[in-house]
T-cell receptor, first 117, second 111 residues
Framework: DVKVTQSSRYLVKRTGEKVFLECVQD?????MFWYRQDPGLGLRLIYF?????MKEKGDIPEGYSVSREKKERFSLILESASTNQTSMYLC?????WGLGEQHEKLFFGSGTQLSVL | SQELEQSPQSLIVQEGKNLTINCTSS?????LYWYKQKYGEGLIFLMM?????EEKSHEKITAKLDEKKQQSSLHITASQPSHAGIYLC???????????FGQGTILTVHP
């Protein structure tokens, strides 16, 4: 089975700090995604990447950036953390571009609960 | 953009009861994914539906996609405490393979 590993389960940061969330997948997937999850809002896509050094904005990219220097690793960066970025962050990967379960099925990490004080 | 609406937002049932969660799309669905999330954890894939009228089952969970491919339902028979969690539907529709998710349904099962 695909394993998607997020570096931290819980993280507490101060307003204004630079925050790095790391995600690693072990199945050579081309696509990687960062979502945030908030009560009543479901999952919202922040950024995604379809190849090394390639990135695309999702629905809510403001205040975030990403880095994908290696195929297996996708990092989410909060340049200057704010309290409204307190949330559960979920990383996911999928095999490759294309429609259908084989390509689209997302494999998720366990999530990082980030609190910004 | 595609929007998914789930109902109900939360559900509390007694163990052994049947229940249904609905997912309605603002646009025709190409593919519809169901995931389950235990509290504070990542999402686990349940099943994917693609064809109008399609129905799939896994253990006591059955998912259906209507003929018009705009609504899906998830039905749990004889619920158990292990079924508790958050159920999310996700829709595909672009060549990038991005999924758009509903807001989730919180299921509580009392023993």
């Amino acid at each position: 089975d695909v394993k998607v590993t997020q570096s931290s389960r819980y993280l507490v940061k101060r307003t204004g700090e630079k925050v790095f969330l790391e995600c690693v997948q072990d199945m050579d997937h081309e696509n990687m995604f960062w979502y945030r999850q908030d009560p009543g809002l479901g999952l919202r896509l922040i950024y995604f990447s379809y190849d090394v050094k390639m990135k695309e904005k999702g629905d809510i990219p403001e205040g975030y950036s990403v880095s994908r220097e290696k195929k297996e690793r996708f990092s989410l960066i909060l340049e200057s953390a704010s309290t409204n970025q307190t949330s559960m962050y979920l990383c996911a990967s999928s095999l490759s571009w294309g429609l259908g379960e084989q390509h689209e099925k997302l494999f998720f990490g366990s999530g990082t609960q980030l609190s910004v004080l | 953009s595609q929007e998914l609406e789930q109902s109900p937002q939360s559900l509390i049932v007694q163990e052994g009861k049947n229940l249904t969660i609905n997912c309605t799309s603002s646009k025709t669905l190409y593919g519809l994914y169901w995931y389950k999330q235990k509290y504070g954890e990542g999402l686990i894939f349940l099943m994917m539906l693609q064809k109008g009228g399609e129905e799939k089952s896994h253990e006591k969970i059955t998912a259906k996609l209507d003929e018009k491919k705009q609504q899906s339902s998830l039905h749990i028979t004889a619920s158990q405490p292990s079924h508790a969690g958050i159920y999310l539907c996700g829709a595909s529709g672009t060549s990038y393979g991005k999924l758009t998710f509903g807001q989730g349904t919180i299921l509580t099962v009392h023993p």
